[in-house]
Nanobody, 124 residues
Framework: QVQLVESGGGLVQAGGSLRLSCAASGGTISIFTMGWFRQAPGKEREFVAVISRSGGSTYYVDSVKGRFTISRDNAKNTVYLQMNSLRPEDTAVYYC?????????????????WGQGTQVTVSS
């Protein structure tokens, strides 16, 4: 069972940037779809970005398109989320998750293994 640990969150002013990392241990992530999700206070968990097993396909929620980039380095067993032009509405706990073997899905209920989350706070 793979263990996922997110890092890189913090406090940043609007317009700033952060890079989140998701380090996996206990197994390889190279054969799995990997995704980033976020949850703000009082809101449901929300899909943010997903990347296919080889990195060849990516999808984003509309609100982050052009600002966020998901990537992976399978040799390092790590997934990244580069976040630029951050907005206060991006404030949330961000979670890394392992998804299916064969589907590059945006559906939150198709992800079964989650990290502990890292807080991102964007001030105006």
């Amino acid at each position: 069972q793979v263990q996922l640990v997110e890092s890189g969150g913090g406090l940043v002013q609007a317009g700033g940037s952060l890079r989140l990392s998701c380090a996996a241990s206990g197994g390889t992530i190279s054969i799995f779809t990997m995704g980033w999700f976020r949850q703000a206070p009082g809101k449901e968990r929300e899909f943010v970005a997903v990347i296919s097993r080889s990195g060849g396909s990516t999808y984003y929620v509309d609100s982050v398109k052009g600002r966020f980039t998901i990537s992976r380095d399978n040799a390092k067993n790590t997934v990244y989320l580069q976040m630029n032009s951050l907005r206060p509405e991006d404030t949330a706990v961000y979670y890394c998750a392992q998804g299916p073997l064969w589907r590059t899905t945006t559906e939150v209920n198709e992800y079964n293994y989650w990290g502990q989350g890292t807080q991102v706070t964007v001030s105006s």
